[in-house]
């Protein structure tokens, strides 16, 4: 069956501008993640949604980061006033449950100039 | 600080030989471990987990061994095999938790 997928696989923007990101997760998965991963690092924990709620978001590092899951399948994530420092891949990854391995997306390349 | 760390950037073995990829981590609620293949440009693949209830898991060419006392996991790839070559990320997750705390990665390079 199909995968995570996630738009768009590419992103400039300048500093200040609005972006969003969008992940599909695989069918039937509740639970829905986003990592950040910067260059030479492992990913980093963003948020986590189980259904439509954000269950955990902690790992935000700001509040101009946000997200949505809306009908607890599609999210989006929003980074307002973005900085060069935000300039990362942002991963998608889903499962099951919260017991079961995660399988990520391709991610998103965020260029911040 | 970094609960998860794999030490060696980098390992070069030789097609046909075992690769050894190592990774610790310090905190002691974490009991789900997990390993990671990942490509260039393509989001990481599960590759193997163990639970903390285990010692070893082996999948095929792929076998990781825990040491809970030393904080230790490895992951042992044989026959590594050229399509092994790769970056191997070690994940680790509390059981009341979700989030996946990933190490730094190492670079697998299996020459032919």
């Known amino acids: 069956g199909a995968g995570v997928s996630q738009t768009p696989s590419n992103k400039v923007t300048e500093k200040g501008k609005y972006v969003e990101l969008r992940c599909d997760p695989i069918s039937g998965h509740t639970a829905l993640y986003w990592y950040r991963q910067s260059l030479g690092q492992g990913p980093e924990f963003l948020i986590y949604?189980?259904?439509?709620?954000?269950?955990?978001d902690s790992g935000l590092p700001n509040d101009r980061f946000f997200a949505v899951r809306p009908e607890g399948s599609v999210s989006t994530l929003k980074i307002q006033r973005t900085e060069r420092g935000d300039s990362a891949v942002y991963l998608c990854?889903?499962?099951?449950?919260?017991?079961?391995?995660?399988?990520f997306g391709p991610g998103t390349r965020l260029t911040v100039t | 600080d970094q609960q998860v760390k794999q030490n060696s950037p980098s390992l070069s073995v030789q097609e046909g030989r075992i690769s050894i990829l190592n990774c610790d981590y310090t905190?002691?609620?974490?009991?789900?471990f997990l390993w990671y293949k990942k490509y260039p440009a393509e989001g990481p693949t599960f590759l193997i987990s163990?639970?903390?209830?285990?010692d070893k898991n082996e999948d095929g060419r792929f076998t990781v061994f825990l040491n809970k006392s030393a904080k230790h996991l490895s992951l042992h790839i044989v026959p590594s095999q050229p399509g092994d070559s790769a970056v191997y990320f070690c994940a680790a997750k509390e059981t009341s938790g979700s989030r996946l705390t990933f190490g730094e990665g190492t670079q697998l390079t299996v020459n032919p």
């Open positions: 163990i639970s903390s209830i285990k």
């Open positions: 949604f189980q259904g439509t709620g954000a269950a955990d």
């Open positions: 990854a889903s499962s099951p449950s919260i017991v079961h391995e995660q399988y």
């Open positions: 905190n002691s609620m974490f009991d789900y």
